[in-house]
């Protein structure tokens, strides 16, 4: 017996072309290929199990104060019809903050779209068979599950929100990046009429993988989920921070048409547009992009104002005043995390260049044709 959602994908016109054969293989190969694939997505959402798991991840959570702006977005569009939310990517806490975030304001829960490497073990058990998040094999060639994937989300749209990262998986360098339109052109082969894109943006004065992340600078190959836990683990030790989870306003998917590159690409980078200007400006960032090998205090807060100011200019979303409160904000968390060591007499110097050069990054999408300080 089938169950609804895999009749619904079997239904669709292009994977039912893609089951008549071709690609080199027979109708039958075909098909065992299709629903390898759907029994690798398929995935259930138990909400009363997922609002009790906020329980056993206190460890964890009780380190991050979970900050949210215009969150009332989300709660008129989910009572309108169905959500997308879209969202950069910062660690995989973003997989407990944000759905933690719409959930303490009793919206419903979304289907989160997450990579592969995060089904191993206990917490893939977790994710298939609670929370309802589906695997994502990113950067996939095969035309059997590139298919099967965007008719899964498709129909998955039509009963469930949805929440997926437009830049595929975390930055490694800091930096905002290009959009990814897999998912998104699935999700607007739904058709939902009544279906808004719900931007967001996550941001946290310091992200738990921070020297993990910059340290591997680019990602090369997938390394197992257990190994980057561990290592998160390692950093996890005395830390804290905000997490700031921002909403925006609704995009609409009218006019936009699903079978045109040009207007997929178009809206995946107004998403993306959108979501660099939520993105909250907390003070590390601004320590960390002022910063010079070695600095005064009073040099640091002159750059800091600077900066500032060009992000106030830039339209940005800022979660600072001044220099002054930056370096009072920002300093101290950089300072215990080992990036940078404020030293006796007011000075500043850089300690992990690379991990302090990750957080300046991640103000660069707004600065992008405007004179920075050097």
């Known amino acids: 017996m089938l ?74 569009v ?13 660690s995989h806490l973003d997989y407990l903050v944000e759905p933690l975030v719409i959930d303490d304001h009793g919206i419903r829960p ?3 779209a997450a990579g592969i490497n995060l089904f191993g073990g206990p917490l893939g058990l977790i994710h298939r068979h609670v929370t309802g998040a589906i695997p994502i094999r990113r ?41 990814k339109t897999g998912l998104l052109h699935a999700a607007m082969q739904a058709e939902r009429t009544d279906s808004s894109i719900v931007p967001m943006a996550v941001a946290y004065d310091l992200v738990l993988e921070d020297h993990i992340l910059a340290h591997q600078g680019s990602k090369r190959r997938q390394r197992p989920f257990a190994r980057e836990v561990a290592e998160m683990v390692r950093y996890a030790v ?3 921070s905000r997490a ?15 079978e045109s590159r040009r207007d997929v690409m178009t809206l995946a980078h107004a998403i993306r547009d959108a979501i660099g200007r939520l993105y909250k400006v907390l003070p590390t960032a601004v320590v960390a ?18 900066l500032i100011g060009a992000l106030s200019t830039a339209g940005a979303n800022l979660g600072v005043r001044d220099g002054r409160h930056a370096i009072e904000e920002g300093a101290e968390p950089l300072a215990a995390r080992n990036i940078i060591v404020v030293e006796r007499g007011g000075r500043f110097r850089v300690r992990e260049r690379t991990v302090l050069r990750y957080y300046a990054r991640t103000v660069q999408h707004l600065l992008a044709g405007s004179r920075r300080p050097h």
């Open 110 to 112: 979304p289907v989160i």
């Open 139 to 179: 950067n996939a060639k095969d035309p059997a599950y590139l298919v099967t994937l965007k008719a899964y989300v498709a129909e998955l749209l039509q009963r469930h929100d949805l929440l997926f990262y437009i830049e595929g998986g975390r930055s490694y360098t800091g930096e905002l990046k290009s959009p």
């Open 244 to 258: 700031f989870v921002t909403f925006g306003a609704p995009i609409s998917l009218d006019g936009f048409d699903t």
């Open 78 to 90: 989910t009572q309108r019809g169905r959500a997308i939310y879209i969202s950069n990517h910062k």
């Open 289 to 306: 992009a002022a910063m010079r090998p070695a600095i005064m205090r009073r040099e640091l807060e002159s750059r800091a104002d600077d």
């Open 3 to 76: 169950d609804d959602i895999t009749q619904a994908v079997l239904a669709r016109q292009d994977v039912a072309r893609y089951l008549r054969g071709g690609h080199g293989q027979s109708e039958l190969q075909a098909r065992e290929r299709i629903h390898a694939y759907l029994d690798e997505l398929r995935t259930t959402q138990r909400y009363p199990i997922y609002r009790a798991l906020k329980h056993p991840l206190y460890p964890i959570l009780r380190k991050i104060e979970r900050i949210q702006e215009h969150v009332g977005i989300a709660q008129d």
């Open 238 to 240: 005395g830390y804290q």
